[in-house]
């Protein structure tokens, strides 16, 4: 499987043949041949594998809560994580590809089934907010990470930038810190209203993404807050 990873990640899918897996892997095409009937289903396994892989992997350290989640953005939004590059341009290669199509399903809902159960788990410690849909908050943070985690990728976007928006939709997620001693009321909505501008500010101020886009993505993002909000 880390043959298959490899391949694709340095030389692209339709590098990724049998033989170039074996003579990766040390190993004969027949080898190759017995495990596998064709190269979509070589290709499958090893998608599976490693989107399968990575979540598990972060989730069995899930710690407290938000926590997780921000490690999740920490690790995913790293341009050395082979990993995340792997799952993220298989992601983006079964956007187009329609034999890849339902693999390419079973990795979104994967990682989203992920990130819903910790967010179900943060808001039984009470540090999620409880107003929330755990399940369309995880399908909100999962996109952020997917999108992002392809502009940086593409070197559209710094890091530093990625891991920002990503630490700012777990923040929106978060049950508000007390103030002077008095925790905020969960209905008052002007209390998010600064986050949500800090998050246009941020997508404004980033030299390499025009304008339009930039605005786009800020009523965007506006609208899943508000969403998830109510």
Request: glycine fraction near 8%.
């Amino acid at each position: 499987m880390r043959a298959v990873m490899a391949c694709i990640a340095e030389e692209g899918l339709e590098k990724a043949t049998m033989r170039n897996v074996a003579d990766r892997a040390g190993l004969s095409t027949g080898t190759i041949a017995y495990y596998f009937k064709s190269k979509k289903e070589m290709v499958d396994a090893a998608l599976l594998e490693a989107s399968h892989a990575y979540m598990e992997g972060w989730h069995a350290h899930k710690g407290n809560g938000p926590w997780s989640l921000d490690r999740l953005v920490e690790d995913f939004l790293a341009k050395d994580n082979t990993d995340a590059g792997f799952v993220l341009q298989m992601i983006e290669v079964g956007l187009h590809n329609s034999e890849l199509r339902g693999t390419h399903q079973e990795m979104i809902d994967a990682g989203r089934s992920k990130i819903e159960e910790s967010l179900r788990y943060g808001i039984a410690a009470g540090r999620i907010r409880p107003d929330i849909d755990p399940k369309l908050a995880a399908a909100m943070l999962h996109g952020v990470l997917i999108w992002w985690g392809s502009e940086l990728m593409s070197n559209a976007t710094s890091q530093d930038l990625a891991r920002q928006v990503g630490r700012l939709a777990v923040r929106l997620l978060e049950v508000p810190p007390p103030i002077n001693g008095k925790a905020r009321r969960d209905d008052n909505v002007s209390e998010g209203a600064p986050t949500v501008q800090t998050m246009r500010a941020l997508l404004l101020s980033d030299p390499k993404l025009p304008r339009r886009a930039a605005d786009a993505l800020a009523e965007a993002f506006e609208r899943l807050y508000d969403a998830v909000a109510t």
